[in-house]
């Protein structure tokens, strides 16, 4: 057991794409952890997924040595969609280092993740990065970060992740500014899993950090929410590499092995204590997030609907932040019903499925959750506009609204105040944080920021505007239901509810695009969008035709007639009972709309 006065647990965090993983590669170097052969770019980052688009997905632990300390390292993700893994990653900690880029200044998460670190009372050590480049304003972002955040420019440190200058200073700063973990040695064991993943051959692999107590190998341990009693078959550290120990004591950060094939007994937030002498009340764990962003995820093979619930039920373990639910649609058989933090995660879910699951997968288009009143007083939550109740049963319908928080140049505040009118933003504040930047925030509703308001934002200020947000409520709005028709039939998986100034461009663009994807048939197919009762747009897909006359040359045209006669009624036949067949391509191309 480690002198808990000589333990520093620590985060990193910063937006997204301010050196937080180029930062703890350095750190690793400088610590010894890794030998320089060994040594590779985004060390910490263990997903192929997270190597090939250069972002951290998961929160990941590491034990360093750094003079007479032993520190628990923890690298975070920056994105907006990943916060949950950033707050269960504060929990274990007693500081955090922020990082800001010398070149752009604060941004919309630095702000987000600083205040989540003082929401957890840890001590902040804040550190302009990256200043080898040539363009870099090191003095300019420290007068920043005290003038938004608070934090005393002379205390910032001046350090760049890329070549190392200044990160021994960090690391000594940390060591004397954030305190040791506090904790009873002797007192009953209560340990916090903030973290696992599920290995097909050990179980369920808990990352811990230890609060009271102690826990030792081979230690009957109880799971307090869960309710489960199991075995510490291996306890240890991460160093990267991990390495087996006898015991961990309070302010250790480490991981279990105990044989936990139930992944539902081992979810973060879970307390686990001694089976023989058990802590009387639980630790405080997490609070469930809120899915945001919802869509159906099916099997493109209807056999591979048993995998993908344990897919989904496995990779839950590691990222408890999605919901799911059995659903199944007329035009794609059985899947599931799955809640987001927002379009990147689920985009991550998506591909993590298909890689690390081996599935074929259709995502249908991304939707919110709508609140409706109904005539008789009750209220329903709809996330699948399927769902909707008949517009005879509904009084109104309430949709949910952002607050969005922008920071970027001066020059693009135009373009952008248009791009979040656009998307019906109500523009609450703008404040010049220096001449060269200035901070805007819109409330919006959330169905318009879902699809590419993210990627708009991008593209209007050449990709240095950063964007923050949190929900804010539900406001009653004038929505409406669009269904698609194709041969009179609903189609529910491209059904869509839109703001009802939005409802017949929509309709139009739908109806275009499903006529030159869906195949011809042997008989007109036509593909409408309703409100309600009342079309609003309409395309026709015409009928292949065989040229059954061909072979009548000369004689008594009524011969002609007859047959031509004989095919229209097989085909009116065969169009009131015949299915019209949307292949995968076609959907998922459909469903990409705004491309």
């Not at 747009?537 to 004689?555: E, L, N, Q």
Request: with cysteine; net charge negative; glycine share 8%.
């Amino acid at each position: 057991m480690i002198d808990p006065s000589r333990i520093r647990n620590l985060s990193i965090i910063s937006h997204i794409d301010h050196g937080k993983t180029t930062l703890s590669d350095r750190i690793l170097e400088l610590t010894g952890a890794v030998d320089a052969r060994d040594m590779r770019a985004q060390y910490l980052d263990s997903m192929d997924l997270e190597r090939e688009r250069g972002i951290t997905i998961k929160a990941q632990n590491v034990r360093l040595r750094w003079k007479d300390f032993v520190i628990h390292l923890i690298d975070t993700p920056g994105h907006v969609d990943f916060g949950y893994e950033v707050s269960r990653s504060l929990a274990a900690c007693e500081g955090a280092i922020l990082l800001v880029d010398a070149t752009q200044g604060i941004e919309a998460q630095t702000l987000a993740t600083c205040y989540q670190a003082m929401e957890h009372d840890l001590e902040i050590v804040a550190a302009v990065n990256k200043i080898d480049l040539a363009w870099a304003e090191p003095d300019r972002v420290a007068a920043e970060i005290e003038k938004v955040l608070g934090i005393d420019a002379s205390t910032v440190l001046r350090i760049s992740g890329k070549t190392g200058e200044g990160v021994p200073e960090l690391l000594d700063a940390a060591m004397a500014r954030i305190p040791a973990p506090k904790g009873d040695p002797d007192a009953p064991l209560r340990a916090l899993i903030f973290d696992s993943y599920y290995d097909q051959y050990r179980g369920v692999v808990s990352a811990i950090r230890v609060m009271d107590g102690r826990i030792t190998t081979g230690a009957k341990l109880r799971f307090m929410q869960a309710g489960a009693s199991h075995d510490a078959d291996e306890i240890g550290a991460r160093t990267p590499v991990p390495v087996p120990l006898a015991d961990l004591g309070p302010g250790e950060v480490g991981y279990l092995v105990a044989g936990v094939k139930d992944v539902g007994e081992a979810r973060s937030g879970e307390t686990v204590t001694l089976a023989g002498r058990p802590a009387t009340e639980a630790l405080v764990g997490y609070h469930d997030p809120k899915p945001m962003v919802f869509c159906g995820l099916y099997p493109v093979e209807g056999d591979d609907f048993g995998a993908l619930r344990d897919a989904l039920e496995k990779l839950r373990l590691n990222d408890s932040s999605y919901t799911y639910q059995p659903e199944s649609s007329g035009v794609l058989g059985f899947g599931f019903r799955c809640g987001f933090l927002g379009l990147l995660h689920m985009e991550i879910v998506r591909e993590r499925l298909e890689r690390e699951f081996d599935l074929a997968l259709i995502a249908t288009a991304p939707s919110v959750e709508y609140l409706a009143h109904l005539t008789n007083g009750n209220v329903v939550e709809v996330d699948n506009p399927s769902e909707m109740p008949p517009p005879n049963q509904v009084d109104f319908i309430e949709e949910p609204i952002f607050v969005a928080t922008l920071l970027l140049p001066t020059p693009y505040t135009g373009t952008v105040m248009e791009l979040c009118q656009n998307r019906r933003g109500e523009l609450q504040k703008l404040e010049y944080l220096s001449p060269e930047r200035v901070e805007l925030i819109y409330r919006i509703p959330l169905a318009e920021v879902v699809i590419d308001f993210f990627d708009q934002l991008k593209s209007r200020t050449k990709g240095y505007a950063s964007l923050d947000y949190e929900l804010s409520g539900y406001e009653r709005s004038e929505l409406v239901k669009v269904d698609i028709l194709l041969n009179s039939v609903p189609a529910d998986a491209f059904s869509a509810i839109l703001h009802r100034s939005k409802a017949d461009e929509y309709g139009r663009k739908m109806t275009e695009k499903l006529k030159e994807l869906i195949p011809r048939q042997q008989y007109d197919v036509p593909i409408q969008a309703a409100l309600g009762s009342r079309i609003i747009a309409r395309t026709t897909v015409k009928a292949m035709r065989k040229d059954v006359i061909a072979k009548c040359y000369g004689g008594d045209i009524t011969r002609k007639h007859k047959l031509l006669d004989k095919q229209k009624e097989g085909k009116k036949r065969m169009k009131s009972i015949g299915r019209v067949e949307v292949p995968q391509e076609a959907f998922v191309s459909a469903l990409k709309l705004d491309d």
